[in-house]
């Protein structure tokens, strides 16, 4: 299996690369849009701030790619939120993948939400022998509100998408490579699909 993380300089691509390896699969870094279009599975990783991020897709050329493919893709974290509509992060046109819009959290709440939370309403493939309220690891200022995507909530305050499904397009808010076990079995739920 093909297994290929987009590396357009936005990600924290080393430690997913790690968590595929520990998982017995191999994956490559790349922004080679060939590569990407033959891979089984791709990984669309983001670290960072939204509108830069998106300056860089832009910059390498991938942000048509993404939208066209046909293989399973997950978006984490900035990924995930790329690939919606709209970020009010940088007032960012996203890749508009996902029917939703990225908003601040209140300010009732501190920013940004780092830790364990739980996850929960579990629903699609991606979280196949996961409990409900299984614990994983989140690093957001920003997140996308519930909607007809949302395959898995969290809650800061009120509850918000924690993990979003369109066609083969797949996306968590939390970062499955530093989720301990959990995360290491989303991540072979997704290599699995």
């Known amino acids: 299996m093909k297994i290929v993380i987009i590396n357009y300089g936005a990600g924290n691509i080393q430690s997913i690369k790690f968590a595929v390896q520990r998982l017995g699969?191999?994956?490559i870094l790349s922004?080679?849009?060939e590569e990407i279009q033959n891979?089984?599975?791709v990984i669309f990783p983001g670290v960072g701030e939204a509108s830069s991020a998106m300056l860089k897709l832009q910059a390498s050329g991938l942000e048509k790619t993404i939208t066209m493919l046909k293989q399973p893709v997950l978006g984490i974290c900035l990924g995930m939120q790329l690939m919606c509509n709209f970020s009010e992060e940088g007032d960012t046109q996203g890749l508009g993948i996902f029917d939703l819009n990225v908003i601040k959290f209140p300010k009732s709440v501190k920013v940004?939400?780092?830790g364990w939370n739980q996850i929960?309403?579990?629903k699609s493939d991606?979280?196949?022998n996961i409990p409900e309220n299984s614990h994983i690891y989140l690093v957001h200022s920003y997140?996308?509100?519930i909607g007809d995507e949302t395959i898995a909530e969290s809650e800061y305050a009120f509850a918000y998408s924690a993990a979003l499904q369109k066609d083969n397009f797949y996306g968590t808010q939390f970062h499955p490579e530093k989720s301990s076990d959990v995360g290491a079995q989303i991540l072979k739920n997704f290599l699995e699909l």
Request: net charge negative; aromatic share 10%; no cysteine.
């Open 25 to 27: 699969y191999d994956a």
């Open 31 to 33: 922004d080679n849009v």
């Open 39 to 41: 891979a089984d599975k």
């Open 112 to 114: 940004p939400q780092i």
């Open 120 to 122: 929960s309403n579990l």
């Open 126 to 128: 991606l979280f196949k």
């Open 143 to 145: 997140h996308a509100p």
